[in-house]
T-cell receptor, first 116, second 111 residues
Framework: SQTIHQWPATLVQPVGSPLSLECTVE??????LYWYRQAAGRGLQLLFY??????ISSEVPQNLSASRPQDRQFILSSKKLLLSDSGFYLC???????????????FGNGTRLTVT | QKEVEQNSGPLSVPEGAIASLNCTYS??????FFWYRQYSGKSPELIMS????GDKEDGRFTAQLNKASQYVSLLIRDSQPSDSATYLC???????????FGAGTRLFVKA
């Protein structure tokens, strides 16, 4: 069966510090990978998605970036955090949709980031 | 117009009642629709997928889809206090790569 690991679970970082969140998926190959952010009491905002190694699509201009160095690894980074970067960050995977399948998203446990 | 719209609630129902959650979407070409449940402080978990017009039942849950009206709903029968959570409607866009979420409806089931 497929599993998704996301870490750390919680993180408190000062403004201006760097960020690196990592996500890995097991039990599937060539997944679509996603980073979402959820502000307190709000819906899920799509930040980045990737359909393959090195292929990153950005949805919202901001000081965050994403990378996919391996098929089942997705990394979210920032060089300098802002207060507005606080939130609940969720990594998710879905099956390969290039052939037109309709695979739902499956989420990791999330990282709660507080920028102070 | 938001891409996926839901009433934010809260929706409060007594234990044993039917909870009805509604969602509308703007992308007329969308073919895949999902309902997720999110407990406070936790990540969303998939509870229903629906791809064709009509009803789809899974235990106490029934999803309903009307593509002509661009409307999706979720019925929860025999609601339990453990069903108290935020329910997120999600739509896979026409391109098939992006899933767009509504803001969620908070449901409270009173014992």
């Amino acid at each position: 069966s497929q599993t998704i690991h996301q870490w750390p679970a919680t993180l408190v970082q000062p403004v201006g510090s760097p960020l690196s969140l990592e996500c890995t998926v097991e039990g599937t190959s060539n997944p679509n990978l996603y980073w979402y952010r959820q502000a307190a009491g709000r819906g899920l905002q799509l930040l980045f998605y990737s359909v393959g190694i090195g292929q990153i699509s950005s949805e919202v201009p901001q000081n965050l970036s994403a990378s996919r160095p391996q098929d089942r690894q997705f990394i979210l980074s920032s060089k300098k955090l802002l207060l507005s970067d606080s939130g609940f960050y969720l990594c998710a995977w879905s099956g390969d949709t290039s052939a037109g399948s309709n695979s739902p998203l499956h989420f990791g446990n999330g990282t709660r980031l507080t920028v102070t | 117009q938001k891409e996926v719209e839901q009433n934010s609630g809260p929706l409060s129902v007594p234990e044993g009642a039917i909870a009805s959650l509604n969602c509308t979407y703007s992308d007329r070409g969308s073919q895949s629709f999902f309902w997720y449940r999110q407990y406070s402080g936790k990540s969303p978990e998939l509870i229903m997928s629906i791809y064709s017009n009509g009803d789809k039942e899974d235990g106490r849950f029934t999803a309903q889809l009307n593509k002509a009206s661009q409307y999706v709903s979720l019925l929860i029968r025999d609601s339990q206090p453990s069903d108290s959570a935020t329910y997120l409607c999600a739509v896979l866009n026409t391109g098939g790569f992006k899933t767009i979420f509504g803001a969620g409806t908070r449901l409270f089931v009173k014992a």
